[in-house]
């Protein structure tokens, strides 16, 4: 079965700051890789997601994630983190059911930013 | 752009009794996705559906049931609630095969 680890629970910026976000896979066959990003109280925004082709994907709101199969890992970066990405972010890897990707999702990490 | 609308935002119940949560997939997808998140988790998939029919089942509890109608909203049904029900539930929707869940902003139960 699909599994994604975020290893951080909590990881804290100052704004201005770069950010790389950890998850990492597990799934026997191609993955399809997703970053979600949740505000309180509110629903998941798809930031970006890998499917294919070009291991470095470029998303919404300035957030690259990299996709490197030797390390079963899907980071995501940003150079420059604003006060506004303070938010809960989360990793799914997406499996193909009847038809549709099915998202498994990972715990997520709280992104705090200092000023 | 129209989003997923997901009524009501939040509703509050008691335990045994039961629950309709509605959602408005945006105008054109075909696929309807169920989340449930309880406090401090992470989503997990309920069911989902396409062209009004079961597509997929996850984690939903026999106590539970869901359809998708002709204008493709969908209603999640939630009967007997236990207090483990409290969560947020989401509704999401897509185009099939595209990968990219619109979500809504959901609708929090709180069974007491």
């Known amino acids: 079965a699909q599994s994604v680890t975020q290893p951080d629970i909590h990881i804290t910026v100052s704004e201005g700051a770069s950010l790389e976000l950890r998850c990492n896979y597990s799934?026997?066959?191609?993955?399809?890789l997703f970053w979600y990003v949740q505000s309180p109280g509110q629903g998941l925004q798809l930031l970006l997601k890998?499917?294919?082709?070009?291991?470095l994907v470029q998303g919404i709101k300035g957030f690259e994630a990299e996709f490197k199969r030797s390390q079963s890992s899907f980071n995501l970066r940003k150079p420059s983190v604003h006060w506004s990405d303070a938010a809960e972010y989360f990793c799914a890897v997406g499996v193909l059911g009847g038809g549709s990707y099915i998202p498994t999702f990972g715990r997520g990490t709280s992104l705090i930013v200092h000023p | 752009a129209a989003g997923v609308i997901q009524s009501p935002r939040h509703l509050i119940k008691e335990k045994r009794e039961t629950a309709t949560l509605k959602c408005y997939p945006i105008?054109?997808?075909?696929?309807v996705y169920w989340y449930q998140q309880g406090p401090g988790q992470d989503p997990q998939f309920l069911i989902s559906f396409y062209e009004k029919m079961q597509s997929d089942k996850g984690s939903i509890p026999d106590r539970f049931s869901a359809q998708q109608f002709s204008d493709y909203h969908s209603e999640l049904n939630m009967s007997s609630l236990e207090l483990g029900d409290s969560a947020l539930y989401f509704c999401a929707s897509s185009l099939r095969l595209a990968g990219d869940q619109y979500f809504g902003a959901g609708t929090r139960l709180s069974v007491l």
């Open positions: 799934y026997g066959a191609t993955p399809y």
């Open positions: 890998y499917f294919s082709g070009d291991t």
């Open positions: 105008p054109r997808h075909d696929t």
